[in-house]
């Protein structure tokens, strides 16, 4: 599975627990404080990251970026499929959180996780992570597209 490097406009925040789900490095110009375009096409531009937006007029200021014409999240993982972004649960590899790399990890709250569930600590922001509820719904979700 190719992961990409992705970045999403502030109409688009919805998308970033999917994608990093599914192994994207995915940066949320919100996480980040940003809603200027400028800003965002830098970004885009220096890190090389796909745009990812609703907004038509940024989108056809950067190359390759991808514009979503729906307002709801399963019709734009829909349209992301739809243009090649892959949508398969991996390993996680993301946090949900901050987007920082996950580590296999013993959590200190062993005792709200089964034991045969297997846990992952963010490196940059020390949340935890497990396969537990939220990991089923979006794999319904993603089975549904």
Same mark, same amino acid.
């Given at each position: 599975? +190719?992961?990409?490097?992705? &970045?999403?406009?502030?109409?688009?925040?919805?998308?970033?627990?999917? /994608? =990093?789900?599914? @192994?994207?490095?995915?940066?949320?110009?919100?996480?980040?404080?940003?809603?200027?375009?400028?800003?965002?096409?830098?970004?885009?531009?220096?890190?090389?990251?796909?745009?990812?937006?609703?907004?038509?007029?940024?989108?056809?200021?950067? +190359?390759?970026?991808?514009? &979503?014409?729906?307002?709801?999240?399963?019709?734009?993982?829909?349209? /992301? =499929?739809?243009? @090649?972004?892959?949508?398969?649960?991996?390993?996680?590899?993301?946090?949900?959180?901050?987007?920082?790399?996950?580590?296999?990890?013993?959590?200190?709250?062993?005792?709200?996780?089964?034991?045969?569930?297997?846990?992952?600590?963010?490196?940059?922001?020390?949340?935890?992570?497990?396969?537990?509820?939220?990991?089923?719904?979006?794999?319904?979700?993603?089975?549904?597209?």
């Amino acid at each position: 599975m +190719s992961h990409k490097r992705l &970045l999403l406009d502030v109409m688009c925040g919805d998308l970033r627990s999917y /994608l =990093r789900m599914c @192994g994207h490095d995915t940066v949320y110009a919100l996480d980040r404080g940003i809603e200027d375009d400028d800003r965002i096409r830098s970004i885009a531009r220096t890190e090389r990251r796909t745009l990812i937006t609703r907004d038509r007029q940024l989108a056809e200021s950067v +190359s390759d970026a991808i514009i &979503l014409t729906a307002t709801e999240t399963t019709e734009q993982l829909r349209t /992301l =499929r739809a243009v @090649g972004i892959e949508l398969t649960l991996s390993e996680p590899q993301r946090c949900g959180r901050c987007n920082g790399p996950l580590e296999r990890t013993h959590s200190p709250r062993a005792d709200s996780i089964p034991d045969d569930n297997p846990v992952w600590q963010c490196s940059d922001c020390g949340q935890f992570f497990w396969k537990g509820s939220h990991w089923e719904h979006v794999r319904a979700t993603l089975d549904s597209l």
